[in-house]
Nanobody, 124 residues
Framework: QVALLESGGGLVQTGESLRLSCVVS????????MAWFRQSPGKEREFVAA????????LYGDSVEGRFTVSRDNAKNTVYLQMNSLEPEDTAVYLC?????????????????WGRGTQVTVSS
């Protein structure tokens, strides 16, 4: 059974940074493409970033391109999301997702496994 556990969320001020982590257990991490989504109350789940399992290709949502960086450490079964220049609009629950697939899509239904999320709050 695959389990994903996010950590690293918190309360920061505008312009500050946070690094989120997501540890995967119960599966072969090196076979999974990994992604980050976020969700705010009353809004649809929004794609943030993804990284492939093999050649480390990355994909970013338009609203975070240039500010956020996704990376992974296969030896630690962990994917990271470095978030810089945070804005109040980035406030959301950030969720980690995994898929044993070679293609990365930005739609939530593509992803097979999900964590429960970690709260990020950016104050103005």
């Amino acid at each position: 059974q695959v389990a994903l556990l996010e950590s690293g969320g918190g309360l920061v001020q505008t312009g500050e940074s946070l690094r989120l982590s997501c540890v995967v257990s119960g599966g072969t991490f090196s076979k999974y493409a990994m992604a980050w989504f976020r969700q705010s109350p009353g809004k649809e789940r929004e794609f943030v970033a993804a990284i492939s399992h093999s050649d480390m290709r990355t994909l970013y949502g338009d609203s975070v391109e240039g500010r956020f960086t996704v990376s992974r450490d296969n030896a630690k079964n962990t994917v990271y999301l470095q978030m810089n220049s945070l804005e109040p609009e980035d406030t959301a629950v950030y969720l980690c997702a995994a898929a044993e697939k070679n293609i990365m899509l930005i739609v939530p239904t593509w992803w097979q496994y999900w964590g429960r999320g970690t709260q990020v709050t950016v104050s103005s």
